[in-house]
């Protein structure tokens, strides 16, 4: 196939992540990324615990036990936050989606608060957890 | 075809000159809008979660025998894989040029999404259905 078309010239391509001083607005990209990817393997382990539930007592018993281990609960912690971070990512670009909130500053501001909220929301649901003697 | 950066369009795209296939806005409409559904749903299924911890095998098939509950569980796993099919979607086409390894990425999403969706719409409709049973 040839190149020869006339009027077509090598587009440029946009700088990738090494040129780029890191910012908090990347950093929440990044880790919007990486949070749907941990939820992808997250919504599998949600179709294993029903899965399990649909099965019985026994594979219940050995799925829920599974999901306890201290392993288990590490995870499960990490989908948490991935699920609440996505949920206030979700949000953030909602925002942006209608065209507002562009400033440097208020978009930082925005991103910064994303994090917050995944991380007090995480504390919140395992908290309560504990306190009712899930864990 | 050389991978170079004037090649992201095929020949017969410049011959016909029409641009793009315009898929682009249903596909970004379709995850935002799920995307919002999903809000509601996963603040459901976080609150949901500690109980469901704390109670046994009996506890849960009563939980989701209810109604509601086995309504929004399946819209939790059916709008869920809807949209992470369509959100990883857009990560493999970022990330993976080579057609032969993006069409696989992609099929296997599809299918994983589908499979996922159809297993767990099946558990609970037989945990909601036939708890009488058990």
Redesign the interface.
Known sequence: ?T?A?PG??????SPHLQVWRWHVTMAGSIAH?GS??A??VG??I??GW??A??N??EA??AY?GL??SPLGKLV?FGL?FA??F??SS??R??IW?VGKGFRPKFADTLTIASFVFAAV?TLA?WL??AS???? | ?TA?????RT?MS?ARGLGAAKHGVGHFIAE?VS??A??PL??W???S???L??G???D??LW?AQPLNAVL?GA??VV??FH?RL??QV?IEDYIAGFVAKTTLMLLNLF?CVL?AA??V???L??ALLSGA?
């Open positions: 196939m190149e078309t077509v010239r090598e587009r440029p391509l990324r749907l990817m939820l992808y919504a599998l949600l179709v029903l899965l539930l649909a019985g007592p219940y018993a829920k999901l306890g499960l948490t699920l609440f996505n949920l979700a949000v670009h909602m989606d929301a649901v309560i957890a009712t003697g899930a864990l | 075809m170079s950066a004037s090649n992201f020949p410049r935002r995307g919002m999903l809000i996963a603040l299924a976080a609150f979660g500690p109980m911890a704390k046994d095998f009996a849960a098939v989701l569980a939790l796993v869920g894989f992470l959100t990883l990560v994983v996922g297993l767990g099946f558990a609970i037989k945990v058990v």
